[in-house]
């Protein structure tokens, strides 16, 4: 096995996972050393050939050997550079040594034929850094691969072989349909072995390892190792229900912890990549997040739902639609959004171009907003190519006033200059945090600006001292703040006026 270089399926080592895992081998612990059904055999003998391993080369340029520094006349002074000398190979040219020459790296994962023509699908990350690739067959043929598109955020890509015959191709099963605790066959090339199948049971649905913005991930105890990036997870009836993509363990093997890209979500983005050789998501133009249980208080909504709206692209479809920042999207194209992650994979879905009906809350009320649905590769090209310049600084007088942990100052431009805040941000800048307070535990911090409290504007310290009191006097438990960070990006945050 000497030389041979593994292509490392995704490890996802968070420390966020760490109480999903605990939860998650209390379930994958026992189905491992099961028997299992006896219809594996006959599953694995009908797709086992549509199963392959995916050969990916590239040249890397090679590192020369560090010669360590000695100060000069010290004893075994022009030993140590001859040694060195000669571990480079003794390639030395008239000014010093020769680069050496690239090297070739070789890596291997796992795909699938969906076509008999000769389509494959594998991971993006099997693939990205590839000069060439191969698609190695079951029967050993070995055929070089075109990329037709790939797609990051999801980490797939559409490969295209031209054989000499149709070859044996899976199809994609309904992922929706999978319950937890059923059985499933993950079949791919572990640790460079070659074709080799594990089974094992679904252990959850859904799951979010924070890897990307559409997390939905079937989650299997099924044996999942390096090299086994891009194959797939077969259901009983011998259909892809995943794609195989990530584990969590601490060392790179199997600890019974796999994530699988259901075939639900899949399915649409392999068919744009071999449609158009890229993607075709929705966008709206809103950045969101969650609604915890403070926001929800503040903001009247029962139960807790939705997804905040943090912020507005100006040149956004939700520009014109009517939707503002504060304004909680509950439902959208007549699916509910029961929470902030929700949104991101149903909005993606959905074709561009659409007309879309919008539920919002709006301090506590539901509205209805039509929004014309636009191409998120476009909104992302567009914010990539926006010049983050805005109009001119106003002058205020500095006043500084502290309240709920936080010392604030009205904005000028000697703080604007201090903290670099962009000029389009408005409103009260944070000078200072009690590293004991709850606004510390909410990570706010000296350079973000309090833009709205409680959906009011404020434009002073005094404005906010003002509002807080109100608030108290009112009754209400906690504020919700509007915070701008130093380069205008938005974000709710309550805190506690008790």
Known sequence: ????????????????????????????????????????????????????????????????????????????????????????????????????????????????????????????????DADEVTVIFNDGTRLKAEILGRDQ?????????????????????????????EWVVAIGNPFSLGGTVTAGIVSARNRDIQSGPYDNYIQTDAAINRGNSGGPLFNLDGEVVGINTAII??????????????????????????????????????????????????????PVRGALVAGVDEKGPA???????????????????????????????????????VVILRKGKEENKVVKLGRLEDGEKQAALSTRRGGGATEEKSVVQSTLGLNLSNISDDLRKRYKIKD??????????????????????????????????VATAADVQKRIDQLKKDGRKSALLLIAGTDGDLRFVALSLQ
Do not use: Y
């Open 249 to 302: 363990s601490p060392s790179g093997g199997s600890i019974g912890i796999g994530f699988s890209v259901p075939s639900k979500t899949a399915g649409p983005i392999i068919d744009q990549l071999r449609q158009f050789g890229e993607t075709r998501r929705g966008w709206i133009g809103v950045r969101i997040q969650q609604v915890t249980d403070d926001i929800a208080e503040n903001l009247n909504i029962k």
């Open 319 to 357: 520009k014109p639609a009517g939707i503002e920042p504060g304004d909680v999207i509950v439902r959208f194209d007549g699916k509910d959004i029961k929470e902030m992650r929700d949104l991101p994979r149903i909005v993606a879905d959905t074709p561009v171009g659409k007309d879309v009906d």
């Open 424 to 457: 389009t941000v408005k409103g009260v800048v944070i000078t200072g945090v009690d590293t004991k307070s709850a606004a510390a535990e909410k990570r706010l911090s000296a350079g973000d600006v309090i833009v709205e409290i409680s959906q009011e504007p």
């Open 1 to 128: 096995m000497a030389g041979l270089s593994f292509e490392r399926i995704r490890q996802v080592r968070r420390p966020l996972v760490a109480a999903a895992l605990a939860a998650a081998l209390v379930v994958a612990a026992g189905p491992v050393s099961a028997r299992g059904p006896d219809g594996i055999a006959d599953i694995t003998e009908k797709v086992m050939d549509a199963v392959v391993n995916i050969s990916t080369s590239q040249n890397v340029q090679a590192q020369g050997n560090a010669v360590p520094s000695l100060p000069p006349g010290a004893p075994f002074e022009e030993f140590f550079e001859e040694f060195f000398k000669n571990r480079r190979g003794g390639q030395q040219g008239e000014n010093g040594p020769r680069e050496r020459a690239p090297r070739r790296v070789n890596s291997l994962g796992s795909g699938f034929v969906i076509d008999p023509s000769g389509i494959v699908v594998t991971n993006n990350h099997v693939i990205s």
């Open 153 to 181: 955020k999801i980490d797939l890509a559409v490969l295209k072989v031209t054989p000499d015959k149709p070859l044996k191709a899976v199809s994609f099963g309904d992922s929706d349909k999978l319950r937890i605790g």
